[in-house]
């Protein structure tokens, strides 16, 4: 009962036998050992399992593997530029965005979702976006400041090179 | 919490086929849509589906679509997301577009679709009395032929509908507004975001000259009965009034008797029907107040309270 995936993972294109009832979020950490998404709640609440499908930010612990053929899946070991961290992980590592780390990789592609939407969001626009990723260490602020720190970083590099 | 047990999942690319299938293959078979009730309700509320049929593949199901006519038609595999970020949406219905915004998060909205919302039938769902104060129909297609009824009469008790096996919601239809429509959905809720609506409140209204006559005016609560409902006393209290505070606060009290409310873990059904009797009171004289332009995230938040 096994489905052929044919699916780009990370810009890399994979075909995987999986059977159709494994969760997305299963197939990366325990099938391919991407273990960056992480599962907080496993309903959708948290945010934790945040990845990117087919451009846009998801909750991998709700889809299923049989969903994904041609899929096109980024996850946070995909965030960086090469061997170099994204601004927006320097960001968070700079402003102290990260406490524990649990909720870090879903809150980081959220804001990346985000500052490829908006590259010059306002407080309010970034914590509607981060509604749906829970954190409970930072209490969001250093979180907010990282976002607007790194957007602020994106815009300038996007200048320089105009 | 427990992870899904092994099932077979189909994807057909037309509703003929969809059909088909759940016919071919008899019981312990469910629709797919964006998953994000079906597989919590896999996780959390014990059910074991054999097979699963994945309406995702369907392109007739997609999309949103105004007609000449200003009939504007939404496909039920259109996710909240899409209905929330729609220019054709937030121009014509901006507060349809808002009652999307409330639900979940925005990696929630990626994939909960509207008709899986309404096929869900959770009384309190947001889009729902949006849809009901716009006289929202649904085009149902099964074994039997194809079928369109009010969304009224689609919901018929928590988490039930009409539809019998095999059938699916295709899409939602909403009917040319009348001129000059302008409405507001209001999310009562502790939580700004991630949260059920203890009440819901929407309304619509066609005023007439600076006096604000009602010409045309319709009320839909969620949360405050076993469907969401119209509250028609209120509606038929209004039309033709000249709509005053004095007139809205004795309209939100008339919708507030007509609601039936329950007391569970979220809030008592005493609580309900006073928050019911504030926020049609509130929503009624927002939408008096507002042009007809989008209401931004943070200025929704600040006139619910």
Known sequence: ?????????????ITLDVPPHRLLLDLLRDEIGLTGTKEGCGTGD????????????????????????GAEI???????????????????????????GYCTPGMLMMSKALLDENPNPTEEEIRFALSGNLCRCTGYVKIVQAVQDAAAELRRLGAGTS | MKRPEPL???????????????????PGGFFLAGGTDLVIAIKEKGLVPRYVVDLKRIPSLSGIRENLDGTLVIGALTTMREVETSPL???????????????????????ATIGGNMANATPSADVAPALLVL????????????????????????????????????????PPPPAGLRGEYIKFSPREMMDLAYVGVAVSLALEGKE???RHVRIALGAVSPTPMRARKAEAFLLDQMLSEKIAERAGEEASRECKPISDVRSSAEYRREMVRVNTKRALLNTAANGSGQVSWLERRERRY
């Open chain 1, 1 to 13: 009962m096994k489905k052929k995936n044919e699916i780009t993972l990370n810009g890399k294109s």
């Open chain 1, 46 to 69: 948290c945010g934790a399992c945040t990845v990117f499908l087919n451009g846009k930010p998801v909750n991998s612990c709700l889809i299923l593997s049989g969903e994904l053929d």
């Open chain 1, 74 to 100: 980024v996850t946070i070991e995909g965030l960086k530029i090469g061997p170099e961290l994204h601004p927006i992980q320097r960001a968070f590592i700079q402003d102290g965005g990260a406490q524990c």
């Open chain 2, 8 to 26: 077979e999942i189909f994807q057909p690319t037309s509703v003929r086929e969809a059909s088909d299938i759940f016919r071919r293959n008899g």
């Open chain 2, 89 to 111: 949406v937030r121009k014509k219905y901006p507060f349809l577009a808002q009652s999307a915004a409330e639900v979940g998060s925005i990696q929630i909205r990626n994939r």
């Open chain 2, 135 to 174: 006289d929202a129909r649904v085009g149902i297609s099964g074994p039997g032929g194809e079928n369109v009824l009010p969304l009224e009469e689609f919901f018929v008790g928590p988490g039930k509908t009409v539809m019998r096996q095999g059938e699916i919601l295709t899409e939602l239809i909403l």
């Open chain 2, 212 to 214: 604000k006559r009602c």
